[in-house]
């Protein structure tokens, strides 16, 4: 499965089979997290409670069902710019799980914050965690029921490019990436990222005006989105980090 496949895959898995993860698709995912480690100064970590089945992390039971044995600890910089780092990378990270066959979630706040223990240098905070395991074949209706009604609130793709040109004249690619930020998941749905297409130059900003934390993760998880849809549609390129970065088309 390609990453853009993932992407279009992708969807908050909240009910989870008791199954465990075989160790090859751990050693995977280790890798992975390794290397957006390795390329941000991330402190993400894998914990991995599969030989035993016990619980990597304990999800709020109202939002989640089943259990997951394997769970991702998404620690990083504190600040703006860790978010945002941490946010880009943990979608690399989610959509590797998604063509390793797993489904996944970004929790930031409803689950049992006692039940991990991360391992944190200083200046650094855990962002979240995202549990990786088998997405259950048949969903319990309470977690069917919270997705619909989250997604129902979603923007119309136009409205996630600001421009001097009308939407439908726009670059294919530039269509491609919004339509992949629109795909993406955000804290509580709130699609707070707009691509901005001006000048000739693309970036992205925040455009709600009451701003929060979470913000920098979505911000960071948008421009990946971005990216991997841009690349789809023929366009290979990379961002500079910040509210004004720049996605640099290769
Ligand atoms: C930064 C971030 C934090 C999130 N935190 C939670 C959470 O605490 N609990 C939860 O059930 N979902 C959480 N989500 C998942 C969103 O609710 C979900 O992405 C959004 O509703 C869109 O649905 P989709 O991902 O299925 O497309 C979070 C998502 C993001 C990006």
């Not at 689950?111 to 223990?117: C, L, N």
């Not at 294919?172 to 993406?184: F, H, S, Y």
């Amino acid at each position: 499965m390609t990453e853009f496949e993932a992407l279009e895959k992708r969807i908050s898995v909240r009910a989870y089979e008791k199954r465990p993860l075989p160790p090859e698709t751990v050693a995977e995912l280790r890798e992975t997290i390794d290397a957006c480690n390795a390329a941000a100064g991330l402190h993400f970590q894998l914990i991995d409670k599969n030989a035993d089945k016990k619980p990597a992390v304990k999800l709020s039971p109202g939002m989640f069902a089943g259990e997951v044995y394997t769970c991702a600890l998404l620690a990083g910089p504190e600040g703006e710019l860790g978010g945002e780092m941490v946010g880009y990378f943990s979608e690399k990270l989610m959509l590797k799980a998604v063509s390793l066959g797993l489904g996944a979630c970004w929790v930031a706040g409803t689950y049992d914050r006692k039940s991990v223990s991360p391992a944190l240098c200083d200046g650094e905070k855990l962002w979240g965690v995202m549990p990786l395991g088998y997405a259950a074949e048949k969903v319990p209706l309470l977690q069917r029921t919270i997705r619909s009604r989250i997604r129902a609130k979603d923007r119309k793709t136009e409205a996630f490019v600001e421009s001097d040109y009308p939407y439908t004249s726009l670059p294919a690619w530039i269509r491609a990436g919004a339509e992949a930020v629109k795909a993406g998941p955000s804290a509580v749905n709130q699609q707070p990222v707009n691509i901005v297409y001006k000048g000739g130059l693309v970036t992205a900003r925040l455009w709600k005006e009451k701003k929060n934390e979470l913000m920098c993760l979505d911000l960071g998880i948008a421009k990946y989105q971005f990216q991997v849809g841009a690349e789809n549609a023929g366009v290979r390129g990379f961002w500079n980090f910040g509210e004004d970065g720049e996605f640099i088309a290769e």
